[in-house]
């Protein structure tokens, strides 16, 4: 399986990826995606901005293990995981996780646990600027109950 993880701070298309992802195989039946976002309130707080921190070499192990993990799973073809970090503003991508297998089921539920886990296992640190200051974001427990139904 071919595996493509980087954590960068630039942008990303999000055609050019699934092209490239595409083209890997010709056995290609299904590309799954999903493409997060940075939301414009969280708690019902207005966020100026988000700021997010990694371990460069960690993460990308982290990442590269839990598409791993989902390959041993799925028959997957290919699989591509980008996530920002740095200074993000509401409405900008942060993260896109993308699989190519030959049926769409396999694609979809390996898509879904590789976000699920990414949320939970990936070592990134996210800091939200509010109205009311700055704070660093705890893992929400419904990613944590996400990510449960897969063991």
Same mark, same amino acid.
């Given at each position: ?17 699934? #092209?490239?992802?595409? *083209?890997?195989?010709? *056995?290609? &039946?299904?590309?799954? #995606?999903?493409? &997060?976002?940075?939301?414009?309130? +969280? #708690?019902? $707080?207005? =966020?100026? #901005?988000?700021?997010?921190? +990694? ?8 990442? $590269? ?6 390959? *041993? ?5 290919? !699989? ?8 993000? *503003?509401?409405?900008?991508? =942060?993260?896109?996780? !993308? ?5 769409? &089921? @396999? ?6 646990? =590789? ?15 509010? @109205? $009311?200051?700055? $704070?660093?974001?705890? !893992? ?5 109950? !996400? ?5």
């Amino acid at each position: 399986m071919q595996c493509e993880v980087r954590v960068q701070t630039a942008d990303f298309d999000v055609s050019t990826e699934l #092209n490239l992802l595409r *083209q890997q195989s010709l *056995q290609t &039946g299904a590309v799954v #995606n999903f493409v &997060g976002t940075v939301r414009d309130i +969280h #708690n019902g $707080q207005s =966020i100026a #901005n988000m700021e997010l921190e +990694h371990y460069p070499g960690m993460t990308e192990k982290s990442i $590269q293990d839990i598409t791993l993990q989902a390959a *041993q799973r799925w028959q997957l073809l290919a !699989a591509t995981v980008i996530h920002r970090v740095g200074l993000l *503003q509401p409405g900008e991508q =942060i993260v896109l996780v !993308a699989v190519s297998s030959q049926h769409r &089921g @396999e694609a979809f539920q390996a898509c879904e646990f =590789i976000m699920d886990y990414l949320k939970t296992q990936a070592p990134f640190w996210k800091k939200e600027q509010t @109205e $009311q200051g700055a $704070q660093w974001l705890d !893992a929400r427990e419904s990613d944590g109950e !996400a990510a449960k139904r897969w063991q």
